[in-house]
């Protein structure tokens, strides 16, 4: 499969890296809204323009979007959808819902295929929380993020006026999460479960206390949690900060038996050296399945609940079955 990647920040380095273990694809180029000439990949992969990608329809299979869910995904996928097959890792969950409905809309106009919110979450703690739902139907789901730096919630940051550079960690509260796994299943809320701690390079003129107001009112991203704000300058910042681990879990624990007198808790869990990385290797390889979907004629938008396990994999049936099952 002939993949592109759309937007060279961290996520698209790391499917340029992605994509070189997977035998089965090959990357077209990268292509940035930065002049292509001052950008270098780290293999050596061309660089377009962005503003040439429509002369490349009929190049590329899938096109991997490595924008920003704040203020580049809500507009790059709709509009891109129209001509390629799409895949973005938009993490805003609250206007998931707003996304699809653009986007659905836009690829099934122009007869392509779209996948959303693909990455760890949503993506794979997604399908664990529903396969985890679906199987101990009377009990309760509980996700758990960090600690680690969230891209998303940096990003976020990153655009308020007078940041220059910033990282965002989520911290899991340690006696919630001991909480959930003793099986009590207890009630919590958003700010019993999350810290989010925030550093922050500002400009030497900027307001800090107009920053700091900004960052802990934002919706959706910190106005629900307990958050740290602390300035620090751009040499502490590549000194202390300059990695993008992450990590968390997925647990439910439910009851079974005639009376519920059994106790169950399923747990599924990652630890993260690199964000980026490893949320690229998830997109490539669901690229994998909406190139296999697209090619039996599917158009329209998809989350990854709509996608077979199997055209994830590069192995066959036959192999999945004797290997796998």
Known sequence: MKLGIYGYGNLGRGVECAVRQNPDAELVGVFTRRD??????LTGVPVYPAAAIADYKDQIDVLIICGGSATDLPKMTPVLAKDFNVIDSFDTHANIPQHFAAVDAAAAAGG??????CGWDPGMFSLNRLYAASILAQGADYTFWGRGVSQGHSDAIRRIPGVLDARQYTV?????????RSGSQPELTTREKHLRECYVVAAPDADKAAIETAIKTMPNYFADYDTTVTFITAEEMARDHAELPHG???IRSGKTG??????????????LDSNPEFTA????????????MAERGATGCRTVFDI?????????PEELRAHML
């Open 36 to 41: 292509p000439a001052t950008v270098k990949t």
């Open 112 to 117: 392509k295929l779209a996948l959303i919110s």
């Open 172 to 180: 899991p509260i340690e006696a919630a999460v001991e909480a959930v």
């Open 248 to 250: 968390g879990m997925v």
């Open 258 to 271: 005639l009376n519920g007198q059994h106790t169950h808790t399923i747990e599924y869990k990652l630890t």
């Open 281 to 292: 290797c998830v997109l490539v390889a669901f690229a994998r399945a909406i190139n296999r």
């Open 308 to 316: 077979a396990p199997a055209d994830l994999s590069p192995l066959s």
